[in-house]
């Protein structure tokens, strides 16, 4: 069964500090893995996707990385400002027919000054 | 360029009634996927729609439906209500016919509250 689980559930840290977010799945055949940031109130927004090739990019403070061999992928982000507080979901796509979207629950994270 | 737009924001019903949801995606995007957000499941996909026709279906009853218009705006309804609907419904639109498996990002709407009491 393809699963994707995000750890920790919930994170809080001060501003300033860089984290890492995790993501391990078991999704097979893998096509590419995306993170998105969803602010309270809305709909999420990409921050990146990464086929099998790929195992870092960047966007501005926020790096994924992906180690297709293990199947994890991680979310770090530096030097954390308090519009970072929001909920971080991953999802993997398998190939293949049909619809192949596959949800993590999510990292709430919160940034305190 | 707007964005992908969900009305109504935020709407409250009773068991038993139904709802409407709508849709529209950011314009040349043909693709509109419809998914459930609650805080205990997360995301749930529930259905996709390509040029008017579905695509691909989640694991949700028969009470939850869709279509798309030739504009590509797209409706969702929920037929006899029941509390577990209560949700936060969100559409996302993508770009072309490979379908959401491919690399394409998704754009998502700001979602619709449903409250169901």
């Known amino acids: 069964k393809n699963q994707v689980e995000q750890s920790p559930q919930s994170l809080i840290i001060l501003e300033g500090k860089n984290c890492t977010l995790q993501?391990?799945?078991?999704?097979?055949?893998?096509?590419?893995l995306r993170w998105y940031k969803q602010d309270t109130g809305r709909g999420p927004v990409s921050l990146t996707i990464?086929?099998?090739?790929?195992n870092t990019k960047s966007n501005g403070r926020y790096t994924a990385t992906l180690d297709a061999d293990t199947k994890q992928s991680s979310l770090h982000i530096t030097a954390s400002q308090l519009s970072d507080s929001a909920s971080y979901i991953c999802v993997v796509s398998a190939k293949g027919s049909g619809y192949a979207l596959n949800f993590g629950k999510g990292t709430s994270l919160l940034v305190t000054p | 360029k707007a964005g992908v737009t969900q009305t109504p924001r935020y709407l409250i019903k009773t068991r038993g009634q139904q709802v409407t949801l709508s849709c529209s995606p950011i314009?040349?995007?043909?693709?509109v996927s419809w998914y459930q957000q609650t805080p205990g499941q997360g995301l749930q996909f529930l259905f996709e729609y390509f040029s008017e026709t579905q695509r691909n279906k989640g694991n949700f009853p028969g009470r939850f439906s869709g279509r798309q218009f030739s504009n590509s705006r797209s409706e969702m309804n929920v037929s006899t209500l029941e509390l577990g609907d209560s949700a936060l419904y969100l559409c996302?639109?993508?770009?072309?016919?490979?379908?959401?498996?491919?690399?394409?990002?998704?754009?998502f709407g700001a979602g619709s509250r449903l409250t169901v009491l």
């Open positions: 990464m086929t099998f090739s790929e």
């Open positions: 996302a639109s993508s770009i072309d016919g490979t379908g959401v498996s491919g690399a394409n990002v998704l754009t």
């Open positions: 993501c391990n799945y078991t999704v097979s055949p893998f096509s590419n």
């Open positions: 314009s040349g995007h043909r693709s």
